[in-house]
């Protein structure tokens, strides 16, 4: 059964802690993505992966990291950076960067303790 | 820098009504024009894509329409279900990538019996 898996799927962080988001895929992609979505936003683009042991910042990466050791994972690190953490957290993969489609896990929200 | 605009931000129709989604853009150079569906706390699923020579897609009880000239796009939603409630994305891809998508903010439609 092939698809985008997200783990946690509520999160909390505490002040000054890093978090880790996981992001795993079993559909053979090349390329990946992560988003935040805060309430009555779209959604804006943290980092994207377009093939293993590379990476390129999106519109918001201050306060975030991210690695791409594997090609079927995709973790993002929300660091003590971030001051403004709480948000709805979706991870994407398609087959490569200029694929037209984007495939969702079902996201992670953070909450700040 | 393409900014997307979703209006109405909320809209509530009774079962069996006709309705449209609106989505507009600010730069017309784009490669496509996706619409997504979020149920609460969940990902996102692709409805329809729209490359950027088409004027229209239908898929079931669906249709997409783009003007790329006007920066417009419509998502007409025929014969309204309760299961049809749900948060309605556009999302433009441009730039020098198909990848990079820019998301509107989402119009939450209710459908009530």
């Known amino acids: 059964d092939g698809g985008i898996t997200q783990s946690p799927k509520y999160l909390f962080r505490k002040e000054g802690q890093n978090v880790t988001l996981s992001c795993e895929q079993n559909?053979?992609?090349?390329?990946m993505y992560w988003y935040r979505q805060d309430p009555g936003q779209g959604l804006r683009l943290i980092y994207y992966?377009?093939?293993?042991?590379?990476?390129q910042k999106g519109d918001i990466a201050e306060g975030y990291s991210v690695s791409r050791e594997k090609k079927e994972s995709f973790p993002l690190t929300v660091t003590s950076a971030q001051k403004n953490p709480t948000a709805f957290y979706l991870c994407?993969?398609?087959?490569?960067?200029?694929?037209?489609?984007?495939?969702f896990g079902p996201g992670t929200r953070l909450l700040v303790l | 820098k393409q900014e997307v605009t979703q209006i109405p931000a909320a809209l509530s129709v009774p079962e069996g009504e006709n309705l449209v989604l609106n989505c507009s853009f600010t730069d017309s150079a784009i490669y496509n024009l996706q619409w997504f569906r979020q149920d609460p706390g969940k990902g996102l699923t692709s409805l329809l894509l729209i490359q950027s020579s088409q004027r229209e897609q239908t898929s079931g009880r669906l249709n997409a329409s783009l003007d790329k000239s006007s920066g417009r796009s419509t998502l007409y939603i025929a014969a309204s279900q309760p299961g049809d409630s749900a948060t309605y994305l556009c999302?433009?891809?441009?730039?020098?990538?198909?990848?990079?998508?820019?998301f509107g903010q989402g119009t939450i439609l209710t459908v009530h019996p």
């Open positions: 999302a433009v891809a441009g730039g020098t990538s198909y990848g990079k998508l820019t």
């Open positions: 994407a993969s398609s087959a490569q960067l200029d694929s037209q489609t984007q495939y």
């Open positions: 559909l053979n992609h090349d390329a």
């Open positions: 992966s377009q093939i293993v042991n590379d990476f």
